[in-house]
């Protein structure tokens, strides 16, 4: 009763962050570029 599923939550956070690093990854390096150009 009331027991939270440990795994599910870390697969969640997990996937979310492979999907969320990549992308943070592009957005830094076109704020990079745009500073130099």
Same mark, same amino acid.
């Given at each position: 009763?009331?027991? !939270?599923?440990?795994?599910?939550?870390?697969?969640? !956070?997990?996937?979310?962050?492979? !999907?969320?690093?990549p992308?943070?990854v592009?957005i830094?390096?076109? !704020?990079?570029?745009?500073?130099?150009?």
């Open positions: 009763m009331g027991e !939270i599923a440990w795994v599910d939550v870390f697969f969640q !956070i997990t996937s979310f962050v492979m !999907i969320a690093a992308v943070a592009c830094a390096v076109v !704020i990079k570029r745009k500073k130099y150009t």
